[in-house]
């Protein structure tokens, strides 16, 4: 696994997202490959107002399902990119059932199961656009950390431009050390040619 260094640390990252369980409740972290140095982390949320809401209401929807199933189901959906924290997850039960949209299902287990009312139904129902777009969201996260794309490239780039940028300013790259580099970089070019 390669890291990029920046003036900010380094970190594990391909294609400027932050690859794994990166994410710390309703936000995720994500590389602004904008900035100067290319690593530059800005924090964002995953959901925004309601979208948490919508989602759990239509995983319930699909199934009656408690908040552990839950933060399963949509680490799944996302190919494991993203997973709410439970300290986002069983408070927006709570406001779900405080709404008359879900209602705790009676059975034996300890655990506190939930089913859709007849009113969430209806609140799925008005909002089954937003709902689709969300759902198409979290499933092109999937599609994307699965996909094989140029994402590793433009890492491994950037991580020797970086390196190559550290020696300059940090003036240890006198004559000799260049002349490796450069013997070094382009015997690593014609590799890459006989590929």
Not at 77 to 89: D, E, M, N, Q, R
Not at 122 to 136: G, K, P, S, T, Y
Not at 137 to 163: H, I, T, W, Y
Request: charged residues 30%; contains cysteine.
């Amino acid at each position: 696994m390669f890291f990029a260094y920046s003036r900010h640390g380094c970190g594990k990252h391909a294609g400027g997202r932050w690859r794994g369980s990166r994410n710390w409740g309703p936000f995720m972290f994500q590389w602004d490959a904008s900035s100067e140095d290319g690593a530059r982390r800005t924090r964002r949320r995953m959901f925004d107002g309601g979208e948490l809401r919508l989602v759990l209401l239509k995983l319930i929807a699909d199934e009656p399902r408690h908040g552990y199933d839950l933060i399963k189901a949509i680490e799944e959906l996302t190919g494991g990119a993203y997973a709410p924290s439970p300290g986002v997850v069983y408070p927006t039960l709570t406001l779900l059932a405080d709404m008359d949209l879900i209602a705790e299902d009676a059975g034996e287990s300890a655990r506190r199961r939930f089913r859709i009312t007849e009113a969430g139904s209806a609140h799925l129902a008005e909002r089954a656009e937003e709902v689709a777009a969300l759902m198409a969201r979290l499933a092109a996260m999937k599609e994307a950390r699965s996909r094989p794309d140029a994402a590793s490239l433009r890492r491994a780039m950037g991580n020797l431009r970086q390196v190559l940028m550290d020696k300059v300013r940090a003036g240890e790259a006198g004559p000799e050390m260049i002349d490796e580099i450069v013997t070094a970089i382009d015997e690593l070019a014609r590799r890459i040619e006989k590929l």
